[in-house]
């Protein structure tokens, strides 16, 4: 597969877009209803993962890449901005996935922040390109599992940051590069058993 940053851009705007909207446009995936979605609301996370190797076709922590970072994040967080989320970004697994957030962010929802500067092989180039363009960036141990949307590109695992109950987004847009692309959203839990409206 070749490659260019034009086609990660894409590919990176339109599954962003995918995930924001899920739900609210009434897209319906492989017999799953999102009719128990809630849309975002501004204020609410959401959280990517990404590793820019596998986004390249290698493997995890070999060829981590400033410029498909720089790319990815390009179109991602104006979409969060445009419609007033929160983008957390997580880092890598050297950093105990740990994530950096907005001050702003770490203060509303009350996070940790702990002591450590993504670097490009501890952290991950994802996280270090947050680090230069988010306003006020802090990096915290963790968000307490307050995401309401999520993005994994490349097998990174965040669903440790996703509020109960995640389901998965039936994307159509599942692949940035040669990543694959796994999203999440969030819906309150269903309780009350067979009696129960919802």
């Known amino acids: 597969m070749e490659l260019s940053l034009d086609l990660i851009k894409a590919q990176a705007r339109a599954a962003m877009t995918e995930l924001v909207n899920y739900g609210e446009i009434g897209l319906e995936y492989a017999g799953t209803s999102t009719h128990n979605i809630p849309p975002l609301k501004a204020g609410q996370i959401v959280v990517i993962g990404c590793s820019t190797s596998r986004v390249l076709g290698e493997h995890m922590g070999t060829h981590s890449s400033e410029d498909i970072a720089h790319a990815i994040m390009d179109e991602v967080l104006p979409i969060a901005k445009a419609r007033g989320l929160y983008l957390a970004c997580q880092c890598c697994e050297h950093l105990n996935r740990a994530v950096v957030v907005e001050r702003e962010c770490m203060e509303k929802y009350g996070f940790e922040e702990v002591c450590v500067k993504p670097a490009l092989h501890a952290g991950g180039a994802w996280s270090v390109r947050a ?14 599992g307050m995401a309401r949307a999520g993005m994994d590109i490349g097998g990174v695992l965040i669903g440790m940051h996703m509020h109960a109950v995640a389901v998965p987004v039936h994307a159509e847009n599942d692949h940035i590069g040669a990543a694959n692309v796994t999203m999440a959203r969030v819906r309150p839990k269903l309780i009350g058993g067979a009696r129960a409206q919802y």
């Not at 680090?131 to 307490?144: L, N, Q, S, W, Y």
Request: avoid cysteine.
């Open 131 to 144: 680090t230069e363009v988010f306003a006020d960036p802090v990096v915290v141990e963790d968000i307490k």
